[in-house]
């Protein structure tokens, strides 16, 4: 990020992170979120010695990703030269209809959820470092060369490419090693029938994580819009920044998601409490004394890492790290409604959180301008912790069988 941000400047790299999120916004609407799916079914049918309804699973969601990811890349394709102008890169739609295709290297749901279902996680965590390492290696070499917008589009490309294949390959192979690609069938009639809920589960996913885009992509889109592509990157950098906080705590919520299922499997609801609680405090005690330091040295580091003219992201990039504390006290809270079959209540909250968001982003964005996004950000995170914090107390509260069922 700082080299792409030093070698094409403010301008150029904000148009950069413009076509990046229009991309990513695009394959967040078409995405089932099957890991879901994979890791709850798949749990059930592990434990019941159901073979064939797991090979079921995985083949009912390795379909999805493929249709949503296909339909996507032609959607955002088509819709470039429309959008493209509004989004403040008019003139480079065809640089942006090109990228779109990496929507097709985004369906990558199937696989994680079966390295995750097999507690592969130390795959997991070499294999994400893919994408970030392929980035870093081309813009150190585009740096040294002289890249511009095109190189870097290329680079970021051939690394959603590189993070797609290894997680489908290995995958694939730990499929093999456990021998559940030995009698493998490929019809697709009746692959839902064994699993009951499993089409509910997947459009309320679905539609959580399009409403969670609104809080994320969507916002360095409609700043792009209102403020110009300059104030895109600005809030982009603060973004990534604040989203190194984030990695040990979204390392953690994959991995006590599983744990969550199995103990929601045998209506354990006090030991998924029990889990969720310490989880949050954890994370939670860490990130405050985090916020408080990245808060004093903003500046300064903005300065060091991406150059002077990057110090105008400091104060947003302090509201980031506040709204990052926040959500890591709360981050349990919606694996526990998912994992309880109560998906639809998550999504509930998230549309309720999502609509008063826009209209803080629209109040802040004019009284105070990018600094307004930050705001809004932390504000929005405070009320989804509060509501979904109520639904989890009053499904716990009403017991294992209401928590299916209410």
């Not at 295709?101 to 893919?130: S, Y």
């Not at 539609?207 to 895109?232: D, K, Y």
């Amino acid at each position: 990020m700082a080299l792409a941000a030093r070698v094409l400047g403010s301008e150029q790299f904000g148009i950069l992170i413009l076509i990046h999120a229009y991309a990513l916004v695009v394959a967040t609407v078409v995405r089932f979120n099957g890991w879901y799916a994979v890791i709850r079914y798949g749990t059930m049918c592990l434990s019941e010695g159901r073979r064939s309804d797991l090979q079921g699973v995985i083949r009912f969601t390795s379909l999805l990703d493929a249709g949503g990811a296909a339909v996507g890349a032609l959607g955002a394709v088509a819709a470039a030269p429309l959008l493209g102008p509004w989004l403040g890169w008019q003139d480079v739609i065809e640089l942006g209809q090109l990228y779109s295709l990496t929507i097709i290297f985004n369906a990558v749901d199937t696989p994680m959820g079966i390295l995750r279902l097999f507690d592969r996680f130390d795959l997991i965590a070499w294999l994400r470092l893919c994408s970030p390492a392929c980035r870093c290696l081309g813009a150190i070499a585009a740096f040294a060369l002289g890249g511009d917008l095109r190189v870097f589009l290329t680079i970021w490309f051939v690394a959603e490419v590189a993070d797609a294949v290894l997680l489908w390959g290995f995958a694939v192979r730990e499929l093999a090693r456990r021998g559940y690609l030995a009698g493998m069938s490929f019809t697709v009639r009746g692959l839902s029938r064994p699993h009951p809920g499993i089409w509910r589960l997947l459009w309320s996913t679905n539609l959580n994580s399009t409403l969670g885009m609104v809080l994320g992509r969507m916002t360095t889109l409609v700043l792009g819009s209102a403020l110009g592509p300059a104030s895109a990157g600005f809030y982009s950098v603060a973004t990534q920044f604040a989203a190194v906080f984030d990695r040990p705590v979204e390392m953690l919520r994959r991995t006590i998601y599983p744990e969550l299922s199995r103990l929601s499997a045998v209506a354990d609801v006090a030991a998924m409490r029990g889990l969720a609680v310490r989880s949050g405090l954890l994370v939670g005690t860490i990130m405050v004394p985090l916020v408080l330091v990245v808060a004093t040295f903003a500046e300064w580091v903005l300065a060091l890492v991406m150059g002077e003219g990057y110090i105008a992201a400091a104060t947003v990039l302090s509201w980031l790290m506040v709204r990052q504390a926040i959500l890591a006290f709360g981050f349990p809270l919606g694996l526990m409604l998912v994992s309880l079959g109560q998906a639809t209540a998550l999504l509930k909250v998230n549309l309720v959180t999502s609509m008063l968001y826009v209209a803080l982003l629209m109040a802040s964005l004019s009284l105070w301008g990018l600094d307004g996004a930050g705001i809004a950000a932390a504000a929005a995170a405070a009320l989804a912790t509060v509501l979904s914090g109520t639904v989890v107390a009053r499904i716990v509260r009403l017991g294992p069988g209401a928590a299916i069922t209410t």
